[in-house]
């Protein structure tokens, strides 16, 4: 009598209704449930029905989200079949009142991604990746791949869909894209900003400024990432032109000399001296005068001028260790920062003992800047080696923005690092937050147990730059000392510091 109840009509029904990849979860109770009503011919019936219902009904989500008559190739739809789509839906808009939104994802670091994995296992990623979001929307909803990279979506209308609604679904759509993937023997970690826009807030009720409206927010978000999430506000399009006008001119800059480097001291905690000048690019405009780094250099990064502007920035500051010398200033040495980029080419050691050797400069007097993302990395070993080699010719390594990253200690060992520069966001307030000190001096006890010098970054005041100094911590830079000055001004400043030094409360260590 039980097998009679438990039919395959039945057992397809329930399946149905939980196919995808959370009713995998129930599977458990279907084998009981099964096994009671039907014995071992029920336990039959669902070995055999399970993968042909997940197969039929998953393949069926997909289809559905990604809209079979706009299909290309790869079974999702093409960038001008989406826009012929939704032109269709924004027609039928007027008509019954609903509304619509376009979401478009970008991947935060598609450069990185394929230099790491291969353009191969990055094309797996975007398949995977576009299958998920299928599977993360409701019939009706369109998934395209992007020329260019990324991904647009646009929602079947609806009756009601707000601000708040359309964030929510820009969240799961990002959670949908960003967890882990499996790629044959490694594990990819993508990381995708989304913006979007809503219907009633597009440019014009057409496909083409709807989509731009959403890709608009999307660099918006990238450009804010990673990770960022944002809706289409007007002025974004104002924000967007201007970088695009800054992207095109980086290359003019970069030759007619208006990036160059500006210079930040360096202070001993011990002596006061100045042991260093780290230095930073900056960004003379002809008409807009000067740019933040944080404008130009995102698009320097992204024109794959990193390694043009380290050229630049490094021989300006080997010329102001020249012109220093030439003054009588004693400037022990410069730091300059050098990206992923840069420091993955085989050549870079040698290019940097040719430039010594051109400015008659010893390797000590030269630091190597390093972010602790970079270090964090354990299969540059292009990096590893070029690092070594750095520190073999004399050169110092300094780890930047320590504890913002991941990096271990034996990565800080593998990258032959030889100061720590804690960041900012340590030594921000630990004159007065009990719990920043706290973790300031863990970080330089670790440091003096493996036999590391240490630097505080974003020293603003007094009471910070004394505290680090009693902490045990061996240089500072900050606001608090000076901000970073065009190399003219740096003389003025050596001279009026050296004259003051004397002057000045010396800063001991704690006994």
Partial sequence: MRGKFFTQTAALGVLRRFAGVDGLVLMPAFSVAAYWLG????????????????????????????????????????????????????????????????FVLVFDDADVMAARHGRLACDQMVQRIA???????????????????????????????????????AVRLQAAATAPLVLGDMTVHPSLSVGFC?????????????????????????????????????????????????????????????????????????????????ALARWHHPDRGIIAPAEFLPLIHEAGLSERLGEVILYGALSAMTRWDKAGHRVPRVSVNFSAAELGNPRLPDQLKWELDRFSLAPQRLTVEVLETVASRPDDDVIVTNLARLAALGCGIDLDDFGTGHASIANIRRFAVRRIKVDRCFVQRCDTDADQKRMVAAILSMCEQLGLET??????????????????????????????????????WIARHERERVKTRRFGRQR
């Fill in 131 to 169: 299958e998920r979001l299928s599977l993360s929307l409701r019939p009706g909803d369109v998934v395209a791949r992007l020329q260019g990279g990324g991904f647009a979506i646009s929602l079947a209308p609806v009756r009601r869909l707000d601000l708040e609604n359309a964030v929510q679904i």
């Fill in 455 to 492: 630097l505080a970054e974003g020293v603003e005041t007094p009471g910070e730059h004394a505290t680090v100094a009693q902490l045990g911590c061996g240089h500072v830079q900050g606001f608090g000392i000076s901000r970073p000055m065009a190399l003219e001004e740096t003389f003025g």
């Fill in 39 to 102: 014995g071992e011919g029920g336990l039959l019936t669902l070995a055999v029905a399970v993968p042909l219902v997940f197969a039929v009904f998953a393949r069926g989500r997909v289809a559905a989200g990604s809209a079979p008559d706009n299909a290309g190739a790869d079974g999702f739809a093409t960038e001008p079949r989406f826009l012929a789509h939704l032109d269709r839906v924004l027609d039928g808009l007027a008509h019954d009142g609903r509304s619509t939104a376009c």
């Fill in 198 to 278: 809503l219907s009633v807030r597009a440019p014009a009720l057409h496909a083409a400024p709807l989509l731009g409206a959403a890709r608009t927010a999307a660099e918006e978000a990238a450009w804010n990432g990673p990770g960022a999430i944002r809706a289409y506000q007007p002025e974004m399009t104002g924000r967007r032109a201007d970088r695009a006008a800054l992207r095109a001119g980086l290359e003019t800059a970069l030759d007619e000399g208006q990036i160059r480097p500006w210079f930040q001291p360096q202070l001993s905690t011990d002596t006061g001296e100045i042991s260093g000048f780290e």
